[in-house]
């Protein structure tokens, strides 16, 4: 019946799912496991997320606000006076920006090497994939970024990127902006570990969109609630495109108690910015530099997926970036875990 399964997933690999932390542990007799794989918050969410879930599963009887209005409404507290969509992760944000405006066959342009989910998503629509190599040191050259997205209706660019950890300036953004015609969807997963702040973009740009998630700094991520910064003219038919209460009310609430906490925030990014610094100083390995809450090391003469098997044998849980394209097969992603986490990680890579 293998017949009936269309191309796109009967040939390709999908997405990379990280080693069950349980699996790595029965493997090779451990207690506790780092999990340092998925970029990932260590800590669990706010006592305030999880009063408000709590309290709002008193209330799955009745189907979720199609408007998510109080975590719009959160949202605007929490950011100022921006328009939002809202979803289902950022993943489920990503697909129904691509099912709002593009047409199966029609390009999508992906700045690579980047999140897989972009060109996955698209190919599962049925659109083209176009790949922009990033230059050697992982910038983008925003002419031909801008180039190859000649024509198309949307581009995707991740800052900071995963799996590299740079960021693209706000002000390559607007050149890109400035002389492209299409919609740019600029992932901004792990803004809230940088500096950089995207937003005014907004102001200026009709063509920009901003991903946002709750999963990484917010630690919501087994609950699936994302959003974006959108100009005002997607919004009605983002939610045309949109599948019927696809983000569910407890998830919801759960991210309107979070963003109640900005100091919860402020602490994670600390904790972040403070281990970021020590991975990149006490690794006996090149490494790159991170606005984010992992960072990449290049572990040549090893390959990723040997550094990563040395690693779990040492109870650390990361991720080779081989199924990354366009990426070398010697790199591998490390999140910044608990202290006891990231400890342990800085031992076990010294001995690699
Ligand atoms: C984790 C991640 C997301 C997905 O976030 P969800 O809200 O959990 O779907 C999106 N983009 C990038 C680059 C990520 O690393």
Do not use: Q
Request: aromatic content about 10%.
């Amino acid at each position: 019946m293998r017949r009936l399964v269309r191309a796109c997933f009967a040939g390709a690999n999908g997405y990379s799912y990280a080693k069950k932390a349980e699996d790595v542990a029965r493997e090779h007799g451990i207690d506790r496991v780092a999990r340092l794989a998925s970029n990932e918050n260590p800590r669990p969410p706010t006592p305030a997320a999880i009063e408000a879930a709590t309290a709002a599963l008193g209330t799955v009887n009745r189907y979720p606000d199609e408007r998510t209005a109080a975590l719009v409404e959160a949202l605007r507290r929490y950011h100022g006076d921006y328009r939002f969509v809202t979803g289902a992760g950022m993943d489920g944000v990503i697909e129904t920006v691509i099912r709002t405006v593009v047409e199966p066959g029609e390009a999508v342009v992906v700045s690579t090497p980047t999140f897989s989910f972009y060109g996955l998503a698209a190919a599962a629509h049925g659109a083209r994939v176009v790949n922009v190599p990033r230059r050697e040191d992982f910038s983008v050259d925003p002419a031909e970024f801008i180039e190859a997205s000649r024509g198309a209706k949307l581009a995707f660019l991740c800052s900071p990127n995963n799996p590299t950890g740079n960021s693209v300036s706000p002000e390559t953004v607007e050149e890109i902006l400035e002389e492209t015609e299409g919609l740019l969807f600029l992932d901004n997963a792990y803004v809230d570990f940088s500096d950089i702040d995207y937003r005014p973009l907004m102001r200026r740009h009709d063509n920009l969109v901003l991903g946002r998630t709750m999963s990484k700094i917010f630690a919501l991520a087994g609950l699936r609630v994302g959003y974006a910064f959108a100009p005002k003219w997607l919004e009605p038919f983002y939610r045309r495109a949109a599948t019927p209460f696809a983000l569910n009310s407890v998830s919801a609430a759960a991210a309107v108690g979070a963003l109640a906490d900005p100091d919860r925030v402020r602490e994670v990014r600390d904790h972040v910015r403070r281990w970021r610094l020590r991975f990149r100083n006490e690794t006996p390995f090149t490494t790159f530099p991170s606005d984010a809450n992992f960072v990449m090391i290049d572990v040549a003469p090893c390959t990723g997926d040997e550094a990563v098997e040395h690693l779990a044998a040492r109870g650390v849980l990361v991720r080779s970036c081989t199924s990354f394209p366009g990426l070398g097969d010697h790199y591998i992603r490390v999140s910044i875990g608990e202290e006891w986490e990231n400890v342990r990680f800085l031992e076990a890579i010294r001995d690699l």
